[in-house]
């Protein structure tokens, strides 16, 4: 299951230095999910944290995901 | 606009910190709604607690309200703030503070309250006379 939002943040931040995924639990579906990309440079926290739950969306919707935890950082 | 759907809308409008969780301030069903309080608590800023629990579709009107799947949701003066990780990451900063005074002046720092309260406490009273 990391696999799969790995491969839709990365097709998402396709500018990102780093996508990192880790399933907390173990259990796949308790993830801390860190992106590191210039396009979160000048918006809020807000903002982009809205950008990776559309990222995941499709994972949110379906019930994968249970919990996720997000960390964005805009560094260049 | 669903009456609960209006109703959510005048919680977070007229709620000068309202936090939508699982749960209530006193039993805090979910570790990321827990870390939300604990993030305001921190910085002493009374606050209003909306459990989402009874009703799955609080959840699903405040997440079309807000363009935020998830909870917790801490909203001030009205503006989402974010979830768990943002609010604790602000409270950490310094610019949760920042935040509470730019929307709210000094009334904030009252003692730090807290209550839970339900969405329907917030029913507008002449709405059934006018629909």
Known sequence: MSERLQTLLDQAFPDARGVDVVDRTGGGDHFHVTVVSPRFQGLSLVEQHRLVYDALAEPLADGTIHELRITTRGDA | ?131
């Open chain 2, 1 to 131: 606009m669903s009456e609960l759907s209006e109703n959510i809308q005048r919680t977070i409008d007229d709620e000068p910190v309202v936090a939508f969780i699982k749960g209530t301030h006193e039993q805090c069903m979910c570790g990321n709604s827990e870390r939300a309080l604990q993030a305001l608590r921190s910085v002493g800023a009374s606050f209003t607690a909306v459990d989402v629990l009874p009703d799955p579709a609080i959840r699903q009107e405040l997440s079309v309200l807000s363009s935020w799947p998830t909870i917790p949701q801490v909203f001030v003066g009205g503006e989402l703030v974010g979830g768990a990780d943002i609010v604790q990451e602000l409270a950490r900063s310094g610019e949760l503070e920042a935040k509470l005074d730019e929307k709210l002046g000094d009334s904030w720092r009252n003692g730090g309250e807290e209550r839970t309260i339900a969405v329907s406490d917030r029913r507008d009273p002449f709405r059934l006379a006018t629909s």
